[in-house]
């Protein structure tokens, strides 16, 4: 605040610089010629490589431009130039902020108060020291530039366009993941890979097999000591391709491979490459580990590039098929998921009540998946089966909640009237969530050739299976079990709130009394009732929910450990020894059967990045 109060009346512009900022001798050139050519915007001269708009660097960097848009979380501001006016209002901003949010997320919150574009130079024009934080930020580990690199003396700082990017894959914690646009909201959204990699219009299958035919033997994908785990190697492969892909720019070069000439020529895109893979894992590997696989890192990263811009190929009209749509119609648009005709596998009805948040995210989820989805309310009234069979007629599958507050009794008639539907209309799959113990049919039988599919998924137990009797088709029930169900837009306590208070450093108070649970992400809940919809023959019972019930304790000490070091008090009687517990390792690991997919560590940062970067 002091620094951001320090500008002469004189001057149009103010640079403030962390104590840790590394600056060339030819800085003050390129940074005065790039506050002349965006007067008034925000500029950073640093990025971090681990975050979004480290991302933004690279794609801007393979697309031969020299600005990118921040991204929706924290403003860089190792190295930030505003114009004079804006610096000047920051610091009574920040006092009405103070004790909430880190520096750099105040000051992203401060700009888009007042309305100011925030963009970052390509190349990065300023390193971060390796040095001791003062601001207790070493648990970030290494924190290097998503793409340092001298500027050249007769580089031309004029913006040909710095529109904010509508898909933004980046590669973090190990995990590939895409900033999408929100239907809805139009706000920014982290969502997983799958997802994302649908709203981009990759075709997945071709993605997998690229990684098996150009890196198989790489070095770098056997889990051996002292190396990454396959699972690790293959997010960073789908994140550069995804990368590979958006970054093709047939206006500039006719041709994949000129493209590609000019990529190898282009000292900023070999930096963009070799940063991806240590900026992605600097908070799980030391300085030391990263140097020592830095080579393959880049190397593997290098090789999805140039497979992702292959691919693309189809779609500008270059060569190869392109990425397609499930139905097998026209290839898909970069940026625009594949389209489904409406009586195909894509028209999906979402019924349940207004405004719940798991149906929301299931509607964008599935329509990211490139699905056709119809919203319809289910408001308890009579009318409501009428108005689902009238939904239902053009629908492949109908995805049913149940109203929050209702009897065991009225979740299993609402269960009865959805397959009641469904023995009447043409979709061919059901799934149906309850909040409570019911029971769920396995399988029956559809008085039309339409009915296919009921899947039944609760939040809490549920007893065996039942087998209801009609004629036509067979109709294939799955019960999916649920448990606490968290993730980013979705509202869980006390989760949310341990992990608030962690990313604003203050201690997470604990009820020892407070029941355990057992949780599923809701990405994991999207991708399996997208996976069912999609099967034949799905499985009759799937369990979801994490193998070990977590209490409250573990939980906020998991929190504490992967998102930001705070002290855990335990208040309560009746509950487990505050000074024992289960390790961290025991309430995070993956689950043998495969699900959940998503480890609670890695969904605590999920929620941690909605919160402080999307929430707000």
Not at 22 to 39: T, Y
Not at 205 to 231: D, F, K, M, V
Not at 365 to 385: I, K, N, Y
Not at 412 to 420: G, I, N, Q, S
Request: net charge neutral.
């Amino acid at each position: 605040m002091r620094a951001w109060s320090s500008i002469p009346a004189t001057s149009t512009h103010h640079l403030v610089l962390e104590d840790d900022a590394q600056l060339p001798d030819w800085f003050e050139e390129h940074a005065v010629a790039a506050a002349a050519a965006v007067p008034d915007a925000a500029v950073s001269f640093h990025v971090n490589w681990s975050c979004r708009s480290a991302a933004a660097v690279r794609l801007a960097a393979l697309r031969g431009e020299r600005w990118a848009a921040a991204a929706n979380e924290f403003t860089p501001t190792v190295a930030l130039l505003l114009p004079a006016d804006v610096g000047a209002g920051f610091a009574d901003y920040a006092r009405r902020h103070g004790g909430t949010w880190a520096d750099d997320v105040v000051m992203a919150r401060y700009l888009k108060s007042v309305g100011v574009a925030s963009y970052v130079t390509v190349p990065n024009l300023v390193e971060h020291g390796d040095y001791p934080s003062v601001t207790e930020n070493d648990y970030h580990g290494l924190r290097l530039s998503a793409c340092y690199s001298p500027a050249p003396p007769d580089i031309d700082w004029r913006p040909r366009g710095t529109p904010a990017n509508e898909v933004l894959p980046f590669f973090k914690f190990g995990m590939a993941h895409v900033v999408v646009r929100d239907r809805d909201t139009g706000r920014a959204l982290t969502v997983g890979w799958e997802r994302g990699a649908h709203r981009i219009g990759l075709d997945l299958t071709a993605c997998r097999r690229s990684l098996e035919q150009e890196a198989g033997s790489l070095e770098l994908l056997n889990p051996l000591p002292g190396r990454i785990s396959r699972p690790v190697a293959t997010a960073l492969w789908n994140t550069a391709y995804a990368l590979g892909f958006l970054g093709r720019r047939p206006d500039r070069f006719p041709g994949v491979e000129a493209q590609l000439a000019a990529w190898t020529a282009d000292p900023l895109v070999a930096h963009a490459a070799g940063t991806l893979g240590p900026g992605g894992l600097c908070m799980e590997l030391s300085a030391g580990e990263l140097a020592a696989i830095r080579r393959p890192l880049a190397a593997l990263a290098w090789q999805a590039l140039c497979a992702g811009l292959r691919a693309h190929s189809g779609s500008d009209g270059i060569a190869g098929a392109g990425p397609r749509s499930r139905s097998g119609g026209r290839p898909a648009r970069a940026g625009v998921p594949a389209a489904h005709s409406a009586t195909d596998s894509g028209h999906v009805v979402v019924a349940g009540p207004e405004g719940d948040e798991l149906g929301r995210c299931l509607t964008a989820g599935l329509a990211d998946h490139g699905r056709q989805v119809t919203p319809l309310d289910d408001d308890g009234s009579p009318g409501f089966a009428a108005k689902l069979r009238r939904a239902a007629r053009t629908a492949h599958g109908i995805v049913h909640l149940t109203r929050p507050g209702a009897s065991p009794e009225d979740c299993a008639a609402a269960l009865r009237e959805v397959l009641a539907v469904a023995r009447t209309a043409g979709a061919r799959h059901v799934v149906h969530l309850t909040r409570y113990d019911t029971p769920a049919a396995e399988e029956a039988e559809s008085r039309t050739a339409g009915a296919r599919h009921v899947v039944h998924l609760t939040r809490c137990d549920t007893s065996a299976a039942e087998e209801a009797e009609g004629t036509g088709r067979p109709v294939r029930a799955t019960v999916l079990r649920l448990g606490a169900v968290y993730g980013p837009q979705i509202d869980c306590e006390p989760l949310n709130g341990f992990v608030s208070r962690s990313l604003v450093k203050q201690p997470i108070t604990v009820s020892a009394a407070h029941p355990e649970a057992r949780y599923v992400h809701v990405w994991d809940v999207t991708a399996v009732v997208n996976q069912v919809l999609d099967t034949d023959a799905p499985p009759r019972f799937r369990d979801l929910r994490s193998e070990a019930a977590v209490t409250p304790v573990d939980l906020a000490r998991l929190v504490a450990q992967v998102i930001k070091p705070v002290p855990v008090k335990v208040t309560g009687d009746g509950g487990p020894d505050p000074g024992r517990g289960t390790p961290a390792a025991h309430v995070s690991g993956p689950a043998k059967s495969g699900w959940p997919a998503i480890t609670l560590a890695d969904g605590l940062r999920t929620v941690a990045q909605w919160l402080a970067y999307e929430a707000g």
